[in-house]
Structures are given as structure tokens and as C-alpha cells.
């Protein structure tokens, strides 16, 4: 690779940490920045500057996490470590498409030392109004406390239908951060975010596999006995 292409995947990659800093200071914290590229790897692609970014957001600690991505295609994220020798051996794992890129984390805005990290009541959009329920309130009519996440062992909603019957799911609470029920909010919420950090093809894919599922749900229901 030229010297020139050099300075300008460098220029390129500071300009994205830039941007990233000016929406972190929008949002009242400190953006994650990648603060140097692993060895032998190029600097990162705007693209996986982005990806980066979003997920060093999960973590909120105000520590260097060690971010385990894939560098090309729609740059996987494969998880995140404090700890540098376990990025790397999942880095070999992978194979030689993954780095570990050790990104400074934006303290947690909610508590001093980082260490809480809570979980909202089940905050909802209301499609009447558009506008979000938060926070909730019990079957008495009281107010939903917010709870700590470490307390929270798991995570279940029910949806009952006509007749009785009963689908629970499990959701891991350190995992879920958020949950979409209706292809509208799909659409408002999850396009868009996918467009700006993995790219409208990536979207469009998405949405595509879960168009596909809906029309094969529906297909199958159809078959089946009453």
C-alpha cells in the first residue's frame, strides 16, 4: 500500500472519530474513539468506525474495551473484552479477517464509578399517539420501579391470544436492550439504524429475512388444523 493511501484510510478514520465525538457531546457523554489500530491492520474504514462506535456504546464504562470486528463485508462485531489476551484469542479463532480494536468507552452517565446500569420498566410506544410510555404502571395502576441490571435474572414476555394460549419468551437481560412488536416500528426504529451503521444494503436485507419469515408464519398457520 502507497504512503498516500495510507494518509488517507488515516484521515478518513480520524474525521469518523470526530463526528463520533460531536454526536457523543449532542448525548451529553464522551464518544468512544478507537484509541490506536491492532498490529498489522490497517486503520479502520468509515464503515467500521461506525460499527465500533455503536458497540463501544453497550459498554459505558469509561475503560478501554477490546473490541473484537471483522474488517470488511458488514463488519461483525463478535464481542467485547476488558481484558486484551481474551480479545486476541478469540481474534485467532475467527481467523485472519478479525482484530481486536481497543476502543476508549464513554463513562456511564448514571453513576460515578460506571457500575450502575439499570433496567427500564418495559417502556413502550404508544402507535396512537407516537409517543413513548415510560414509565410503565402495574395492573393496580402503581408505577414500575426501575431495577438493577446484576439484580434481573431474566427477562420474560407473555402474549396471550384468543382462546387462552399462552407464548412466553426469554430474553437475556444483559442482551436486551430493546424490543420491536409491530413491521411499523420495524421500519421506523431498526431501518434506519441499521442504514447509518452497517449501510442501506444491510437494511434491506434485514428487512427482507423478516418479510419472509411474516409470509412464511402465515403460510404455516394456514396449513395447520384448527
Same mark, same amino acid.
Given at each position: 500500500?502507497?504512503?498516500?493511501?495510507?494518509?488517507?484510510?488515516?484521515?478518513?478514520?480520524?474525521?469518523?472519530?470526530?463526528?463520533?465525538?460531536?454526536?457523543?457531546?449532542?448525548?451529553?457523554?464522551?464518544?468512544?474513539?478507537?484509541?490506536?489500530?491492532?498490529?498489522?491492520?490497517?486503520?479502520?474504514?468509515?464503515?467500521?468506525?461506525?460499527?465500533?462506535?455503536?458497540?463501544?456504546?453497550?459498554?459505558?464504562?469509561?475503560?478501554?474495551?477490546?473490541?473484537?470486528?471483522?474488517?470488511?463485508?458488514?463488519?461483525?462485531?463478535?464481542?467485547?473484552?476488558?481484558?486484551?489476551?481474551?480479545?486476541?484469542?478469540?481474534?485467532?479463532?475467527?481467523?485472519?479477517?478479525?482484530?481486536?480494536?481497543?476502543?476508549?468507552?464513554?463513562?456511564?452517565?448514571?453513576?460515578?464509578?460506571?457500575? #450502575?446500569?439499570?433496567?427500564?420498566?418495559?417502556?413502550?410506544?404508544?402507535?396512537?399517539?407516537?409517543?413513548?410510555?415510560?414509565?410503565?404502571?402495574?395492573?393496580?395502576?402503581?408505577?414500575?420501579?426501575?431495577?438493577?441490571?446484576?439484580?434481573?435474572?431474566?427477562?420474560?414476555?407473555?402474549?396471550?391470544?384468543?382462546?387462552?394460549?399462552?407464548?412466553?419468551?426469554?430474553?437475556?437481560?444483559?442482551?436486551?436492550?430493546?424490543?420491536?412488536?409491530?413491521?411499523?416500528?420495524?421500519?421506523?426504529?431498526?431501518?434506519?439504524?441499521?442504514?447509518? #451503521?452497517?449501510?442501506?444494503?444491510?437494511?434491506?436485507?434485514?428487512?427482507?429475512?423478516?418479510?419472509?419469515?411474516?409470509?412464511?408464519?402465515?403460510?404455516?398457520?394456514?396449513?395447520?388444523?384448527?
Amino acid at each position: 500500500m502507497t504512503r498516500d493511501r495510507w494518509l488517507m484510510l488515516a484521515g478518513t478514520a480520524t474525521a469518523l472519530v470526530l463526528g463520533v465525538a460531536a454526536i457523543g457531546w449532542a448525548r451529553g457523554g464522551v464518544a468512544p474513539t478507537v484509541s490506536q489500530w491492532p498490529d498489522s491492520a490497517p486503520p479502520p474504514s468509515a464503515g467500521l468506525l461506525r460499527r465500533l462506535a455503536e458497540s463501544a456504546d453497550a459498554f459505558r464504562s469509561g475503560r478501554v474495551v477490546y473490541l473484537v470486528a471483522q474488517d470488511s463485508g458488514y463488519y461483525n462485531v463478535a464481542g467485547g473484552f476488558y481484558s486484551r489476551d481474551s480479545a486476541l484469542a478469540l481474534v485467532r479463532a475467527n481467523g485472519p479477517t478479525w482484530h481486536a480494536y481497543p476502543t476508549q468507552t464513554s463513562p456511564d452517565p448514571y453513576g460515578a464509578d460506571g457500575s #450502575v446500569q439499570v433496567i427500564l420498566p418495559g417502556c413502550y410506544k404508544d402507535t396512537r399517539t407516537t409517543r413513548w410510555i415510560c414509565p410503565t404502571r402495574d395492573s393496580s395502576g402503581a408505577l414500575l420501579p426501575v431495577m438493577r441490571l446484576r439484580d434481573v435474572l431474566r427477562i420474560e414476555v407473555t402474549f396471550v391470544q384468543g382462546g387462552g394460549k399462552r407464548t412466553t419468551v426469554r430474553m437475556e437481560p444483559q442482551n436486551a436492550g430493546a424490543t420491536i412488536y409491530t413491521l411499523q416500528d420495524f421500519d421506523r426504529f431498526i431501518v434506519p439504524y441499521y442504514t447509518r #451503521v452497517l449501510g442501506p444494503a444491510y437494511a434491506a436485507r434485514q428487512r427482507e429475512e423478516l418479510m419472509s419469515f411474516v409470509r412464511r408464519s402465515f403460510s404455516d398457520s394456514a396449513r395447520a388444523p384448527h
